[in-house]
């Protein structure tokens, strides 16, 4: 199972961004999909999770601009990120939780898409 995000980029505070993050391989279905990131001198944190029937919790930093959803056909996660901070700058990580087998479940992540937002 490979997980491929994308979506990042340079954005000006204030601006948007939309990542993408696909999974593909031997996918029987998958449990949780979410996002998260890791800043320059800090540990990787949650951003933002979404369960296979539309259940989501978000970071207290960014409820209310950021969005995520999933296409359960596709096995794709987006996040729609909205009114950017500097302090949103980081490198973004999808993670899902998928059954591979029957009563297996693994834990998958993408190797991680740059955000920066600076002016």
């Known amino acids: 199972v490979q997980l491929q995000a994308s979506g990042g980029g340079l954005v000006q505070p204030g601006g948007s961004l939309r990542l993408s993050c696909a999974a593909s391989?031997?996918?029987?279905?998958?449990?949780?999909m979410g996002w998260y990131r890791q800043a320059p001198g800090k540990q990787r944190e949650l951003v933002t999770l979404i369960t296979n029937d539309g259940t989501s919790n978000y970071a207290d930093s960014v409820k209310g601009r950021f969005a995520i959803s999933r296409d359960n056909v596709k096995n794709t996660v987006y996040l729609q990120m909205n009114n950017l901070r500097p302090e949103d700058t980081a490198v973004y990580y999808c993670n899902a939780e998928v059954q591979t087998r029957p009563i297996r479940y693994t834990n998958y992540w993408g190797k991680g898409t740059l955000v920066t937002v600076s002016s």
């Open positions: 391989g031997s996918i029987i279905s998958i449990n949780v």
